[in-house]
C-alpha cells in the first residue's frame, strides 16, 4: 500500500492517478490516526467482500464514504452529504474497533478537520437517528442515555450494524 503522498495528484490535490486512472482523493483534513483506522476497515472489508461477497459490500462502500472517496467531494460539502459521512463515519469506526465505543468528536474530526467543533450538533443529531435504527447505542458512564444527555457522550455498536 502506497502511503498517500507517494501517490501522483492532480494539481488540486483532490484526485489521485492510478495506471492513468482518475480516482478521488481521500480527504487530506482527516486526521493521522483516525484515517489509518478507516483504512484498516476498507481494507478488512475488502478481503471480507472476497469471501462473503454483495452482503458485505456495504461495509467497503461505508468506509469509502467515510474517507470522501465516494459520496459527495469533500472539497464542497452540503449538509446532507455531511450526515451521511458522518454516518458512515460513525459505522466504519465501531465496525473497525470490533465492539469498543467512539467519542463523537472522532466522527466529526473526521469530517470537519480543524473545524471539527462546529458539526458536533450535527454527529449528535445523526447519532441519534443511527440510534432510533438499532444501528449504535449511546451510553454515558457505561450506561443508555438519550443523545441529548447533557455531558460526554459514547457512541457503542447497536443490534442492527451489520459487522
Request: overall charge positive; proline content about 5%; aromatic content about 4%.
Amino acid at each position: 500500500m502506497h502511503h498517500v503522498s507517494d501517490q501522483e495528484r492532480t494539481d488540486d490535490g483532490r484526485y489521485i492517478i492510478v495506471k492513468g486512472q482518475k480516482w478521488r482523493a481521500s480527504d487530506p483534513a482527516i486526521p493521522e490516526g483516525l484515517r489509518a483506522e478507516l483504512v484498516k476497515e476498507l481494507m478488512t472489508a475488502r478481503r471480507l467482500v472476497k469471501t462473503r461477497g454483495d452482503e458485505v459490500r456495504f461495509r467497503v462502500h461505508d468506509a469509502k464514504v467515510a474517507l470522501g472517496e465516494r459520496g459527495e467531494p469533500w472539497w464542497a460539502p452540503t449538509d446532507d452529504g455531511r450526515s451521511e459521512r458522518i454516518a458512515a463515519t460513525i459505522r466504519s469506526l465501531l465496525r473497525h474497533r470490533d465492539g469498543s465505543s467512539i467519542c463523537p468528536s472522532d466522527a466529526a474530526r473526521v469530517v470537519g478537520g480543524e473545524n471539527w467543533r462546529e458539526l458536533m450538533a450535527q454527529v449528535r443529531q445523526v447519532a441519534g437517528a443511527l440510534s432510533s435504527q438499532g444501528q449504535i447505542s449511546i451510553t454515558q458512564k457505561g450506561q443508555p442515555v438519550a443523545v441529548d444527555a447533557r455531558g460526554p457522550i459514547r457512541l457503542g455498536p447497536g443490534e442492527h450494524l451489520h459487522s
